[in-house]
C-alpha cells in the first residue's frame, strides 16, 4: 500500500466533526431517549403499583412502544448511505469492506444478545444492512414500492400469522420467560436467556422483526439519497405531509394499538385490515418525529437544547449496549445488586430509564472532549479497516 492509499484508508476512518450532521446526531441520540424507556424491565402484573401507572402504560403504547426503534432502523439506512458516498469519493472497495463491517457487527450483536440482553437489534442489522448492499443500486420507485411491500403488507401479514393463526408457538415451557428478570444466578440467566433468545427460535421470532427492520432501512436509505436528512429544508411539502399524517393517522393508529395492547380490544377475522394500519401508522409516527425534530433543529432557540441528545448520538452503539447494562446489572436479580425488577411502579421505572440517559449523555459529553468515537466504535471499525484493503490506486 503505498503513501496515497493510506491516506485516503485514514481518511475513510475518521468520522471528524466537520463531516457528521450534528442534527442526525442528535436526533439518533433522542431514539436512544425513546428506546431505553421501550426496554425498561418492568413487571406489569406486579403487587407494586401507582396512581399513575394507567397514565404511563398508555403513553407507553401511544408515543413510546415501537416508534423508537423505528427511527433508530430509519437512521441506520442513512448510515449506510453515508458510508457508501465516503467510500465512492475515496475510491474504496465498499462492497467487501462493508460485508466485513457487517460481519463483525453480527458479532458484536451476537455476544450482546447472548451474554447480555437477548432484545438485541444489532444482529438484525447487520443481517439487514447486507441487504441493503444487495439491493442499493436500485431506483428510487424500486426501493420505496419494496419498503412498502416489506413495512405494511409483509410485516402485518406476518402478525396476521403469529397472533390469529398460531404461528408463534413454541417447542419450550414459555411460563419459565418469567424467570430470566428474576434468576439469582447469572449461569442460570445464561441458560434461560439462550432458550428464548429470538435468533435461537429464528423461525418463529426473526421473520416479523427482519422484514420491518429492514423496511425501515429501505426508508432512511430512499430519504439520504433525496437528502431528506442532510438538507431538510429543501423539502417543506413532504415534512408538512408527514407531519399532518403523523398527527392524525400515526396517532389514531397508536390509540388502536394501545386498545390492542392492554385487551381492550381483540383481533377477529373482521378486524383482519388493523394489522396493516397499525404498522403504517407506526411508521407515519416515527417519521413525523424524525420531521418535526429536523424541523425544529433548524431554529437556534429549539436546536440549544435539541443539541442536548447529540453526544449519545454520536456514540449510539457504545450507549445502547451500556443501557443493556442497566436493565440486567439494576433491574434483574442474576448478579444479585439492586434487584429492582418487581419492585418499582411504572412511573418510577421511567424515572430510573430517563436519570440514566441523562447519566448517558453527561459521561458521553466529557469522553467526547478527548475522543472522536465511542469505545466500541473505535473497535469494530478499526477492524472493520483493518481487515477490508483499500482498491489499488494508481498516482
Same mark, same amino acid.
Given at each position: 500500500?503505498?503513501?496515497?492509499?493510506?491516506?485516503?484508508?485514514?481518511?475513510?476512518?475518521?468520522?471528524?466533526? @466537520?463531516?457528521?450532521?450534528?442534527?442526525?446526531?442528535?436526533?439518533?441520540?433522542?431514539?436512544?431517549?425513546?428506546?431505553?424507556?421501550?426496554?425498561?424491565?418492568?413487571?406489569?402484573?406486579?403487587?407494586?403499583? %401507582?396512581?399513575?401507572?394507567?397514565?404511563?402504560?398508555?403513553?407507553?403504547?401511544?408515543?413510546?412502544?415501537?416508534?423508537?426503534?423505528?427511527? /433508530?432502523?430509519?437512521?441506520?439506512?442513512? =448510515?449506510?448511505?453515508?458510508?457508501?458516498?465516503?467510500?465512492?469519493?475515496?475510491?474504496?472497495?465498499?462492497?467487501?469492506?462493508?460485508?466485513?463491517?457487517?460481519?463483525?457487527? /453480527?458479532?458484536?450483536?451476537?455476544?450482546? !444478545?447472548?451474554?447480555?440482553?437477548?432484545?438485541?437489534?444489532?444482529?438484525?442489522?447487520?443481517?439487514?444492512? +447486507?441487504?441493503?448492499?444487495?439491493?442499493?443500486?436500485?431506483?428510487? @420507485?424500486?426501493?420505496?414500492?419494496?419498503?412498502?411491500?416489506?413495512?405494511?403488507?409483509?410485516?402485518?401479514?406476518?402478525?396476521? &400469522?403469529? *397472533?390469529?393463526?398460531?404461528?408463534?408457538?413454541?417447542?419450550?415451557?414459555?411460563?419459565?420467560?418469567?424467570?430470566?428478570?428474576?434468576?439469582?444466578?447469572?449461569?442460570?440467566?445464561?441458560?434461560?436467556?439462550?432458550?428464548?433468545?429470538?435468533? *435461537?427460535?429464528?423461525?418463529?421470532?426473526?421473520?416479523?422483526?427482519?422484514?420491518?427492520?429492514? &423496511?425501515?432501512?429501505?426508508? &432512511?436509505?430512499?430519504?439520504?439519497?433525496?437528502?431528506?436528512?442532510?438538507?431538510?429544508?429543501?423539502? =417543506? @411539502?413532504? *415534512? *408538512?405531509?408527514?407531519?399532518?399524517? =403523523?398527527?392524525?393517522?400515526?396517532?389514531?393508529?397508536?390509540?388502536?394499538?394501545?386498545?390492542?395492547?392492554?385487551?381492550? +380490544?381483540?383481533?377477529?377475522?373482521?378486524?383482519?385490515?388493523?394489522?396493516?394500519?397499525?404498522?403504517? %401508522?407506526?411508521?407515519?409516527?416515527?417519521?413525523?418525529?424524525?420531521?418535526?425534530?429536523?424541523?425544529?433543529?433548524?431554529? #437556534? !432557540?429549539?436546536?440549544?437544547?435539541?443539541?442536548?441528545?447529540?453526544?449519545? &448520538?454520536?456514540?449510539?452503539?457504545?450507549?445502547?449496549?451500556?443501557?443493556?447494562?442497566?436493565?440486567?446489572?439494576?433491574?434483574?436479580?442474576?448478579? #444479585?445488586?439492586?434487584?429492582?425488577?418487581?419492585?418499582?411502579?411504572?412511573?418510577?421505572?421511567?424515572?430510573?430509564?430517563?436519570?440514566?440517559?441523562?447519566?448517558?449523555?453527561?459521561?458521553?459529553?466529557?469522553? +467526547?472532549?478527548? /475522543?472522536?468515537?465511542?469505545?466500541?466504535?473505535?473497535?469494530?471499525?478499526?477492524?472493520?479497516?483493518?481487515?477490508?484493503?483499500?482498491?489499488?490506486?494508481?498516482?
Amino acid at each position: 500500500m503505498n503513501q496515497k492509499q493510506e491516506i485516503q484508508e485514514t481518511r475513510l476512518q475518521q468520522t471528524t466533526k @466537520k463531516n457528521r450532521i450534528d442534527s442526525v446526531d442528535a436526533l439518533r441520540g433522542f431514539a436512544l431517549l425513546g428506546i431505553i424507556i421501550a426496554n425498561i424491565p418492568y413487571q406489569a402484573n406486579s403487587t407494586v403499583s %401507582g396512581e399513575l401507572d394507567s397514565l404511563m402504560t398508555f403513553l407507553f403504547h401511544f408515543l413510546v412502544d415501537k416508534k423508537f426503534i423505528t427511527i /433508530f432502523s430509519i437512521l441506520f439506512g442513512f =448510515g449506510f448511505y453515508i458510508q457508501m458516498q465516503r467510500a465512492a469519493e475515496k475510491n474504496v472497495d465498499f462492497k467487501k469492506y462493508f460485508i466485513v463491517r457487517m460481519l463483525l457487527l /453480527f458479532g458484536i450483536g451476537s455476544l450482546h !444478545s447472548y451474554l447480555l440482553w437477548n432484545g438485541d437489534i444489532i444482529m438484525t442489522y447487520a443481517v439487514g444492512g +447486507l441487504f441493503l448492499l444487495a439491493l442499493r443500486n436500485l431506483s428510487l @420507485k424500486k426501493l420505496l414500492v419494496l419498503a412498502i411491500i416489506l413495512n405494511v403488507v409483509l410485516t402485518g401479514a406476518l402478525y396476521i &400469522g403469529l *397472533t390469529a393463526l398460531g404461528w408463534a408457538s413454541h417447542n419450550y415451557n414459555f411460563e419459565l420467560a418469567r424467570e430470566v428478570p428474576v434468576a439469582t444466578s447469572f449461569l442460570r440467566y445464561l441458560k434461560l436467556n439462550f432458550m428464548f433468545n429470538p435468533w *435461537t427460535n429464528f423461525l418463529r421470532d426473526m421473520p416479523l422483526t427482519i422484514a420491518f427492520t429492514f &423496511g425501515n432501512m429501505l426508508i &432512511g436509505f430512499i430519504l439520504a439519497k433525496v437528502d431528506f436528512f442532510s438538507h431538510p429544508e429543501k423539502h =417543506g @411539502k413532504l *415534512t *408538512t405531509w408527514v407531519i399532518t399524517l =403523523g398527527m392524525t393517522f400515526g396517532l389514531a393508529a397508536s390509540f388502536i394499538f394501545y386498545k390492542l395492547s392492554v385487551g381492550e +380490544l381483540e383481533l377477529d377475522y373482521s378486524l383482519i385490515w388493523v394489522p396493516f394500519v397499525l404498522v403504517a %401508522g407506526m411508521i407515519l409516527q416515527s417519521l413525523f418525529y424524525i420531521s418535526a425534530f429536523l424541523k425544529l433543529y433548524q431554529f #437556534n !432557540s429549539s436546536r440549544k437544547v435539541l443539541q442536548f441528545f447529540k453526544p449519545v &448520538g454520536r456514540t449510539a452503539l457504545s450507549n445502547y449496549i451500556l443501557q443493556s447494562f442497566l436493565y440486567v446489572f439494576v433491574f434483574y436479580h442474576c448478579f #444479585n445488586l439492586f434487584n429492582l425488577f418487581g419492585k418499582l411502579t411504572n412511573f418510577q421505572s421511567w424515572m430510573i430509564a430517563i436519570g440514566f440517559y441523562v447519566f448517558q449523555t453527561v459521561i458521553t459529553y466529557f469522553y +467526547l472532549k478527548r /475522543f472522536n468515537q465511542g469505545p466500541i466504535e473505535f473497535i469494530w471499525k478499526k477492524y472493520s479497516y483493518k481487515m477490508a484493503k483499500p482498491k489499488k490506486q494508481t498516482l
